[in-house]
T-cell receptor, first 112, second 115 residues
Framework: QKEVEQNSGPLSVPEGAIASLNCTYS??????FFWYRQYSGKSPELIMS????GDKEDGRFTAQLNKASQYVSLLIRDSQPSDSATYLC????????????FGAGTRLAVHP | DGGITQSPKYLFRKEGQNVTLSCEQN?????MYWYRQDPGQGLRLIYY???????QKGDIAEGYSVSREKKESFPLTVTSAQKNPTAFYLC??????????????FGPGTRLTVL
């Protein structure tokens, strides 16, 4: 059973701080990794995708991937109360078709 | 205005009834997916379709059925055989051309409650 693990939280950070969200996965052959943000009662929206080892930055968001350690993370700089949501990590299984396995999500709370 | 639409937003089902959830996309995507989300859990794949007139079972297909007669549409039927259907149902689509790196985009979801 291929798995994606996330700390459920809540992760509480003050406004303006860096929030660090972590995810580990079991399928060593996975090549594609995605972070989605989900507000309460809403559908997931894509934040970032990453495919290569290292860092990928997009505005206040940085995704980090370490395939050797089977670890992917999302950093949110200058956290805002509007960032308060559940963040879902998704990993594409190896095997030739586009099947995503989702973690249960980490709930982030940014307090003023 | 491109995107994915799902209807209805809320749906109530009585015991023993079949209900059909609609999913339409105008993104010209080849691949479409149905997921189920339960409170505190990640999304679980019900069915997916990579091309018109073809679909495959996901991890939790029992009690569900789908069709893919048109590229834009991928309706999901929740049958009476599904014993615990109360959940948030999410439809997604992707271009279908990128293999393992194909990004999936989600519709707004349908919240189904069994009475």
């Amino acid at each position: 059973q291929k798995e994606v693990e996330q700390n459920s939280g809540p992760l509480s950070v003050p406004e303006g701080a860096i929030a660090s969200l972590n995810c580990t996965y079991s399928d060593r052959g996975s090549q594609s990794f995605f972070w989605y943000r989900q507000y309460s009662g809403k559908s997931p929206e894509l934040i970032m995708s990453i495919y290569s080892n290292g860092d990928k930055e997009d505005g206040r968001f940085t995704a980090q991937l370490n395939k050797a350690s089977q670890y992917v993370s999302l950093l949110i700089r200058d956290s805002q109360p509007s960032d308060s949501a559940t963040y879902l990590c998704a990993v594409n299984l190896s095997g030739g078709y586009n099947k995503l396995i989702f973690g249960a999500g980490t709930r982030l709370a940014v307090h003023p | 205005d491109g995107g994915i639409t799902q209807s209805p937003k809320y749906l109530f089902r009585k015991e023993g009834q079949n209900v059909t959830l609609s999913c339409e996309q105008n993104l010209n995507h080849d691949a479409m997916y149905w997921y189920r989300q339960d409170p505190g859990q990640g999304l679980r794949l019900i069915y997916y379709s990579q091309i018109v007139n073809d679909f495959q079972k996901g991890d939790i297909a029992e009690g569900y059925s789908v069709s893919r007669e048109k590229k834009e549409s991928f309706p999901l039927t929740v049958t009476s055989a599904q014993k615990n259907p109360t959940a948030f149902y999410l439809c997604a689509s992707s271009s279908g051309t990128g293999g393992g790196g194909d990004t999936q985009y989600f519709g707004p979801g349908t919240r189904l409650t069994v009475l």
